[in-house]
């Protein structure tokens, strides 16, 4: 009875401290540091010459092609994977304020830095109220 008690212990403590373990680390959108003007302009920018073609000016992209920013429940839930489509690309499905999208999402091409910007400006841009994100949190985001 003993060894079986043990062998259980032993199994529950591995499961414990090796399961659910992930690359994936969850990026939060709270995190809050000093939105300037200067700085949301810099993210504007980019954001006109990297992203408005196909989100459009008004950050609510063309319906079943390409997917809102504006008002969007994935970019509130699932931030990370939206840094991650930006920062590498990505040819996966994603289903925004409930409408499916599956069109390829190339790499933007821009630097971390220049991430920290245009996410900022979308992310307090057209209603959205999401936070903001800092420079260690696009860095994380690995493929």
């Known amino acids: 009875m003993k060894i079986t008690n ?12 090796c399961g ?5 680390k969850e990026v939060k959108s709270v995190t809050k540091i000093e939105l300037t003007s200067e700085n949301l302009e810099k ?7 990297k992203c408005m073609n196909c989100h459009m000016k008004n950050g609510k992209g063309v319906e079943k ?12 839930k699932h931030l990370t994977d939206a840094i ?10 994603i289903k925004v304020n409930g409408i499916k999208y599956n069109s390829l999402m190339p790499s ?4 971390d830095t220049e991430l920290v ?3 900022n400006y979308v992310l307090n841009s057209w209603g959205n109220q999401y936070g ?7 860095q994380s985001v690995q493929r």
Do not use: H, W
């Open 108 to 111: 933007s091409g821009l630097t």
């Open 84 to 93: 991650y489509m930006v920062k590498y690309g990505s040819n996966k499905p």
């Open 43 to 49: 993210g504007a920018q980019l954001y006109r010459a």
């Open 6 to 17: 043990l062998i259980f212990i032993l199994a529950c403590f591995f499961l414990i401290s």
């Open 132 to 138: 903001s994100i800092s420079l260690e949190q696009v």
């Open 117 to 119: 910007f245009v996410f």
């Open 65 to 76: 092609f390409y997917p809102p920013l504006a008002s969007s429940d994935y970019l509130e």
């Open 20 to 24: 659910g373990s992930t690359n994936k």
